[in-house]
């Protein structure tokens, strides 16, 4: 780590706009926290120092940093454990690249990211870039299972405060595409292993055998998984919905998670892109590929490529003109839906768009009916049978509307997580094979040239941990429980046949259901309708899915989850909530100096943690703070001083201020504690009395453009000066 004492709370320095909101939160959390002698240090999971730690053997003595990421994932396998872990970024493939310049622009040696590497050296250098690619930081850290819900006071606050929602109609031309044959669910098999095993994985082909994977172990009891997406089966289906969409009069969409699954997804994307301008890529492939073009980049540095070829540009122009609008990420600088892989990510688009009325942007700057482009099928069906739903009963009222928990099984890097290191673009056509040590070939596919292979596992014991998570939970709350369960897909038959005899042991089978995903998403939106709760117990995916779906419709964001992850030696894990590290945030704050990023997912996981941490240690001057932290949190909410998206009015900053007042204040007003009560008594006393002073200074920072030293890597001095810009705060928290 960065330093080698390890502190009481870890709150790790992420990317983006949480970042940001730190340099401003981050002194207040230290400076009541010292006041029960509570140490609160940060650790580097940021996209930045990750590079950074990788190549540090190469780098100026003052340029290196520690591998922070892997002294955390020690950590949390230890029951002394207590992170707050902020949302950090999951590099796409462009953006690791950009990254990786602003890194040399300051004076970094970085070696330039090898697209095509030939070399030995150029491979070692891309295997390492490779290694921070996607979601390479959740599946260190989650060395438990996750628990996400809406906070009370947060769902009190949307009941209280319904946010607006779109009109769904009966006639609505919004639906779900996906493909029915030749994708991951339809080529999925699975198997759970009686006795620990290695395997490896090979494709025999004419021209021989070629090992793809070796060493890949499995303890007793792992399920493990094989499956692969026909590249000749997913074009067919992209050319048919293009021409589909077209007949229609809808948006094109595609949506999928090249962050998450970072070896498949940007592959497919790239598949799309073709697709979408086939007729270019048949003209001018050759010339196309001399260029560098890539299309698994996106269209954005498809079209950077090839700007200086008249020809090719003509060409896209008129393939554009005749292909169906297209959902856009930003129509006033006309970014498409397919510029950048990371730019449309499912568990955020999907439901913006179903929150919207089934809207999606178009190129015009209007909303329009969308064809969503979900290509496999494994959870497309959730999507689809929400907008079924919405269609045939209206939009959710949020003021009625009940909750969905969930509970997700995601420990030790379970099911698609941690697929990456075992998922292949197949060079040529042969038979895939999963071959133990004994010689038992435990899976075999027969493949195409371009076809996408993987494989996935889930180990036994996080499996045991997520049935009885579930139980426990399900006992606390009474809610109605549903597995998301499909006993006609491969995977989650081989989970079944835990799920029963755990449920049946414990006596309390009656108080389960197990439904498919599609048949839990109805029963799920017929409760939460009806304003009852349910709980979704779920696999690793359908959790970081359904954990966005729910709360946008619910709360109107996913960034004020309450997010526990009990990590299976004791310790502690705390996320601040889903949604992304908000790049447009960023965008905002250096244009305007205004940072419009909301805190209270950092709240929610701070009072948990010191919560937590009064148990964990027997610190009862921690349980006190966790119970302000939450009076606090409500103050916020019953006060609306969450931050605007305007310039002008109160924004992060000001909210922080706020927390902290009403931090104090409940400090100061407990009996629990006399010496936390003295103690914060005069700091409350001076926030309330320099409410205008403050105020003041903070509106006052606010309109022009901002300086915090760079994007990926901040430069700390100009970050505190953006983030801290009112000396009569600074003064009080010191």
């Not at 595409?177 to 994985?201: C, P, R």
Request: charged share 25%.
């Amino acid at each position: 780590m960065s330093n080698t004492d390890t502190p009481d709370i870890v709150y790790t320095k992420v990317d983006e706009a949480p970042e940001l909101a730190s340099a401003s939160l981050l002194p207040i959390i230290q400076r009541f926290a010292a006041a029960a002698g509570i140490t609160v240090g940060t650790r580097d999971i940021s996209l930045a120092g990750r590079i950074i730690a990788a190549f540090s053997d190469e780098l100026a003595e003052d340029q290196r940093l520690s591998d922070d990421l892997a002294a955390l994932g020690e950590l949390v396998k230890t029951p002394d454990a207590n992170v707050i872990k902020l949302p950090n970024i999951s590099a796409s493939e462009p953006q690791l690249v950009a990254a990786v310049k602003e890194l040399q622009d300051k004076g970094f040696a970085l070696p330039d990211y090898p697209y095509e590497p030939k070399t030995d050296a150029e491979k070692a250098v891309r295997a390492k870039y490779d290694t921070i690619k996607g979601s390479a930081v959740n599946p260190v850290l989650r060395e438990g299972n996750s628990d996400r819900r809406a906070a009370a006071a947060v769902k009190n606050y949307a009941q209280n405060n319904p946010h607006r929602m779109g009109d769904w109609t009966a006639d609505s031309k919004t639906r779900v595409a996906s493909m029915q044959d030749g994708d991951f669910f339809s080529n999925e098999v699975s198997a759970t292993l009686d006795k620990e095993a290695t395997a490896k994985i090979v494709l025999e082909t004419a021209d021989g055998e070629t090992v793809l994977k070796e060493g890949v172990t499995y303890p007793a009891g792992t399920v493990v998984d094989a499956t692969f997406m026909s590249a000749a089966a997913l074009d067919a289906f992209l050319a048919e919905e293009i021409e589909k969409t077209k007949d229609e009069g809808t948006l094109f969409s595609l949506h999928m998670k090249a962050t998450m699954m970072k070896v498949s997804d940007p592959i497919i994307f790239g598949h799309a892109v073709k697709a979408w301008l086939q007729p270019v890529f048949d003209k001018h492939g050759d010339k196309m590929k001399e260029l560098g073009v890539n299309p698994n980049a996106g269209l954005g540095a498809l079209l950077e490529r090839v700007k200086d070829a008249p020809e090719i540009m003509a060409d896209i122009e008129a393939c554009r003109a005749a292909r169906p609008p297209m959902y856009m990420v930003d129509s006033d600088r006309d970014i498409t839906n397919l510029h950048v892989p990371s730019d449309v990510i499912i568990d955020a688009s999907m439901p913006a768009l179903i929150r919207a009325g089934g809207k999606g942007w178009g190129p015009d700057g209007k909303e329009h009916d969308t064809n969503c482009v979900i290509p496999d099928n494994s959870y497309a069906p959730v999507y689809d049978e929400t907008i079924k739903f919405f269609k045939a009963n209206g939009k959710l009222n949020p003021a009625t509307a009940g909750t969905v928990q969930n509970l997700g099984l995601m420990a030790q890097k379970a099911e698609e997580y941690g697929s990456h290191p075992t998922t292949f673009e197949i060079p040529q056509a042969g038979t895939v094979k999963m071959i133990l040590d004994d010689g038992t070939v435990l899976h075999s596919h027969a493949v195409q040239a371009g076809d996408i292979w993987r494989s996935a596992s889930a180990r036994k014991a996080p499996i045991e941990d997520w049935v009885k998570l579930a139980i426990d939970r399900q006992k606390a709350t009474g809610y109605r429980a549903i597995f998301w369960l499909d006993a006609n897909r491969a995977h989650d038959a081989q989970l079944i046949e835990y799920v029963k005899p755990i449920l049946q042991a414990a006596g309390v089978e009656d108080k389960f259901e197990i439904m498919a995903p599609r048949e839990a998403t109805r029963a799920s939106l017929e409760t939460i309708t009806k304003g009852e709760n349910t709980i979704a117990i779920t696999g690793n995916v359908l959790r970081d899915y359904l954990t966005d779906l729910f709360p946008i419709l619910e709360l109107a964001t996913s960034a004020k989850m309450l997010s526990i992850v009990k990590l299976m030696n004791g310790g502690g894990l705390f996320e601040t909530g889903a949604g992304g590290s908000a790049p447009k945030h960023v965008q905002q704050l250096h244009s305007e100096n205004h940072l419009r990023w909301d805190s209270l997912g950092e709240f929610c996981a701070l009072g948990e943690s010191f919560k937590f941490l009064a148990d964990q240690k027997g610190n009862e001057k921690a349980r006190v703070l966790g119970n302000a932290v939450e009076a606090a949190t409500q103050g916020i909410l019953d006060h609306d001083r969450s931050p605007s998206r305007k310039v002008g009015e109160p924004d992060n900053r000001d909210s922080h201020y706020w927390f902290a007042r009403y931090w104090a204040e409940a400090l100061a007003a407990q009996s629990d504690d006399a010496e936390l009560a003295a103690e914060f008594a005069p700091m409350a006393k001076a926030l309330a009395e320099g409410e205008a002073q403050i105020t003041g200074e903070l509106a006052a920072a606010q309109g022009s453009p901002a300086d915090t030293g760079g994007y990926f890597m901040n430069d700390d001095a100009k970050l505190a000066a953006v983030m801290r810009p009112s000396p009569a705060l600074n003064a009080i928290i010191g």
